[in-house]
């Protein structure tokens, strides 16, 4: 099992720029998750998918922020237009299922984001 | 709103000294309890977990935290570190309305 798999691993782009991170989920896994991790805010829950549908993006910071899941084994973060702020590790995560058993979450290695 | 507190923001503890990070969390249902360990440049690896059953749980590498339910709290505790245990740990919640909360994290460092 290749576990999470994020790319890329690290980005260095320009303020204003487009981002695309993306995320494949370990196979058979039906939930997916986005978060960020800051020194200053910790990890934070961005949105979650379950059977490729957003159930909660009251995570996502704002309008410049939208994430995809178009098929059961990828999924996209995109932030557009990018600014400093947005410099983070943003780690995808998948689960079994979203039920009461076998909830445990997988966490890919990140993406590295410095918004310059 | 529901939370998860870690009050340690960071510890610093000599070889073979026991470890003990502290987990508290505001919800009142019934919940899944999770200490996730990062280990520096690495991504989260799970440590432990609580479902139901006996609040005394065993986790990976000696670890294990007690569920004490009338006091929220999910207590990570080791009784002999090692220089290997310099991480981030993570206590993290889940609610029967399937939303997961994660505390700030408590960085580890363990001197040897």
């Known amino acids: 099992d290749a576990g999470v798999i994020q790319s890329p691993r690290h980005e260095v782009t320009e303020m204003g720029q487009e981002v695309t991170l993306r995320c494949k989920p370990i196979?058979?896994?039906?939930?997916l998750f986005w978060y960020r991790q800051t020194m200053m805010r910790g990890l934070e829950l961005l949105i979650y998918?379950?059977?490729?549908?957003?159930?909660?993006d009251s995570g996502m910071p704002e309008d410049r922020f939208s994430a995809k899941m178009p098929n059961a084994s990828f999924s996209t973060l995109k932030i557009q237009p990018s600014e400093p702020r947005d410099s983070a590790v943003y780690f995808c995560?998948?689960?079994?299922?979203?039920?009461?058993?076998?909830?445990?979450?997988?966490f890919g290695p990140g993406t590295r984001l410095t918004v310059l | 709103a529901q939370s998860v507190s870690q009050h340690n923001h960071h510890v610093i503890l000599s070889e073979a000294a026991s470890l003990e990070l502290g987990c508290n969390y505001s919800?009142?249902?019934?919940?899944?309890l999770f200490w996730y360990v990062q280990y520096p440049g690495q991504h989260l690896q799970l440590l432990l977990k609580y479902f139901s059953g006996d609040p005394l749980v065993k986790g990976i590498k000696g670890f294990e935290a007690e569920f004490i339910k009338s006091k929220f709290s999910f207590n990570l505790r080791k009784p002999s570190v090692q220089w290997s245990d310099t991480a981030e740990y993570f206590c993290?919640?889940?609610?029967?309305?399937?939303?997961?909360?994660f505390g700030t994290g408590t960085s580890l460092t363990v001197i040897p």
């Open positions: 993290a919640v889940k609610n029967t309305g399937n939303q997961f909360y």
């Open positions: 919800y009142g249902g019934t919940v899944n």
């Open positions: 995560a998948s689960s079994p299922d979203l039920g009461w058993t076998h909830n445990e979450q997988f």
């Open positions: 196979s058979g896994h039906n939930s």
């Open positions: 998918f379950n059977n490729n549908v957003p159930i909660d």
